[in-house]
């Protein structure tokens, strides 16, 4: 279920960064690289910063084959994007929650302090498109504008507090990704967004 | 014989990177660092990835010196660079088949998936640009222009094929290698690229 | 007392980081992403490159907790910037000097090669400001302003000159971050910086 899941959040990563880089004109080698990154930048970064390699989508084929699936499906579908941008929105949605929850797991297993599996979390969920505005040229969005980092790191918060009620770990993944996903819902329907510093 | 075209394709990469940073108005060091990152940009990114540290031209320090005479060449002939463009590209093509060939090659020696090695062969020969083109504040130039990554994925495919054929392992590296740069030559000749695709 | 000067310039960068960020109107969570970044993305990029996983800051949270104390400051007190600037400029080169040292000392652990202890020492001081500059979409500033890089380069052929004379660590150590803090501050002082080739 949480497999299927990561799968899901992977594919709406790769489209949206096929979108994006569809967007900027590029070649289709161009969009296929910008899809991949950002479907996993953040998972290799986290990898290369613990220092676990070769880095995970070099050891898991079915990353790739799903991530080359998104890359077909979103040149498919390019022209009728405006009618799919719910449910991309719902999968980048899912991502979010459980590449969070991935973070967290794998900051545990290597026995690092909880700000730092909190700090691994959001990096998971939130540097595939940080990676991807780079390579757009862009200043990455995920500093600009509605909350979504910022969701990352209170679903990590909640993540721990609740650990501590020696729950199931399979509730407290489903619980906590959950949460991360209600919140970003509730974060674009009410237009939440942090309000930049007034910097004279 | 297949190690003297790496230190050909090494200091054209590096001068390319020079003549692109003085170009865009760097000082010396700038310079000097941009032609270092697109000699080794790409092999190191490989490096990190498949944890392969120190990264490679840390442990050898026959790259810096060819770096460091690529940067004075450069300095030295940048006005008459016109007349060494052809020159300059032959060798930047060099640098293309070996390096990809390279990537392939540490991707097998890590015993990683075929789809992976070659996407490791294309990474070495490209991302030294990609990183030159990112901190020169440029949508990289392989993401837009001529087919260029292309043919190195073209290249490991035709590896992995000949491969099967049980050549001598000095043969199958020249004749892809070879193969690659026959590519690229017609590429720009017949002016061969990649269309955009036509989002709305 | 090396360590204490460490503080004081890991909270420089961060600050300088924020600093940048807010400039650039970026949210706090951005704001926060950058100061970090700069404060320990050298760092952090050198230990990538030999291979030191997982990286310093996620082994000893006196980093993590330095920065957030900065990223805080930074924010207090972002309108009276300009009365702070002088010590503002004091801590980064207090930084300059002292990251400069802890990556020629990192490489001298790993056994490395006098030049890539220096290029590790540079990578230490400066790379967090490269990375800072690139996510906020400029042309690095080290590339084309004051000297900066280059003190770092001729700090560490000092360090390297003065070992010869069999010092004791603490003393060579010491006499080498003061001649890179002194050249900095005469280097502002006089305006001395790289000229851009004159390219045509």
Not at 38 to 52: C, Y
Not at 104 to 129: D, S, Y
């Amino acid at each position: 279920m949480f497999h299927l899941l990561d799968i899901i959040g992977t594919m709406a990563f790769a489209m949206s960064g096929a979108l994006t880089a569809m967007h900027k004109k590029l070649d289709p080698f161009g969009v296929f690289i910008i899809a991949f990154v950002t479907a996993v930048g953040g998972g290799t970064l986290r990898d290369v910063l613990i220092g676990r390699t070769p880095v995970g989508w070099m050891r898991d084929m079915q990353y790739v084959y799903v991530i080359i699936l998104g890359f077909f499906l979103a040149i498919l579908f390019r022209k009728s994007f405006d009618k799919l941008r719910t449910s991309l929105f719902l999968f980048d949605t899912i991502g979010l929650g459980v590449f969070t929850l991935i973070g967290l797991e794998r900051g545990l297993l290597t026995g690092l302090h909880p700000a730092i599996c909190i700090a691994l979390g959001t990096m998971t969920a939130c540097f595939g498109g940080v990676i991807r505005d780079i390579l757009c040229n862009e200043i990455p969005n995920v500093f600009r504008e509605e909350i979504y980092a910022t969701i990352c790191i209170f679903g990590g918060i909640v993540f721990f507090g609740l650990r501590k009620l020696n729950l199931n770990d399979d509730v407290l993944y489903l619980v906590t990704s959950l949460i991360i996903i209600a919140i970003r819902l509730m974060a674009v329907k009410y237009k939440w967004h942090l309000k930049a510093f007034d910097h004279k």
